[in-house]
T-cell receptor, first 114, second 115 residues
């Protein structure tokens, strides 16, 4: 049990719609990172939040946005959904940004875009 | 640019035998960390083992050990005494310290343990 929880676990959207995915970080962790994992691929870094501020972003367009709240939980928002956005979205939490050790992942939110 | 390469899309191993999963990495930064994660069909990424670039000893965690060869830029995972529950996808990943907490993942290796 890692303590990182994500919701919803599965969802289906249509092209052009918007989606919000949620993540509750492990107790005591102030850093949350989001990853996109397409079928058969390794996860790709989307962005990281540290103490409510974005701290690093991967090669994703601006329609991918996020938030981190004072309790360090986080949201990932994707606007104008495209078919290629279909993927498993993983949230990971850690204590600090340096990531010199274990990074705890949730079970992910599986998004299907039709 | 940083990169992780896993050249084995799939591997088979007999139960109770040892297996080595290959991982090579590429970075010009001297400070980095190397990780192995297990991903069962449920989707959760389970942390297995970590090796820092300055660590002198190879990391070990129970049945998992990381064979770190810095000059060759390789970080192979060795699983001893394979169990049926070890069947899963395995990902090698790297974090470069001056780039924050971003993990760069390889494509993964699917391990199947035969009874």
């Amino acid at each position: 049990e890692t303590g990182v929880t994500q919701s919803p676990t599965h969802l289906i959207k249509t092209r052009g719609q918007q989606v919000t995915l949620r993540c509750s970080s492990q107790s005591g962790h102030n850093t949350v990172s989001w990853y996109q994992q397409a079928l058969g691929q390794g996860p790709q870094f989307i962005f990281q939040y540290y103490r409510e501020e974005e701290n690093g972003r991967g090669n994703f367009p601006p329609r991918f946005s996020g938030l981190q709240f004072p309790n360090y939980s986080s949201e990932l928002n994707v606007n104008a959904l495209e078919l290629d956005d279909s993927a498993l979205y993983l949230c990971a939490s850690s204590s600090g940004i340096a990531n010199t050790g274990e990074l705890f992942f949730g079970e992910g939110s599986r998004l299907t875009v039709l | 640019a940083q990169k992780i390469t896993q050249t084995q899309p799939g591997m088979f191993v007999q139960e109770k035998e040892a297996v080595t999963l290959d991982c090579t990495y590429d970075t010009s930064d001297p400070s980095y960390g190397l990780f192995w994660y297990k991903q069962p069909s449920s989707g959760e990424m389970i942390f297995l083992i970590y090796q820092g670039s300055y660590d002198q000893q190879n990391a070990t965690e129970g049945r998992y050990s990381l064979n770190f060869q810095k000059a060759r830029k390789s970080a192979n995972l060795v699983i001893s005494a394979s169990q049926l529950g070890d069947s899963a996808m395995y990902f090698c990943a790297m974090s470069v310290y001056n780039q924050g907490g971003k993990l760069i993942f390889g494509q993964g290796t699917e391990l199947s343990v035969k009874p």
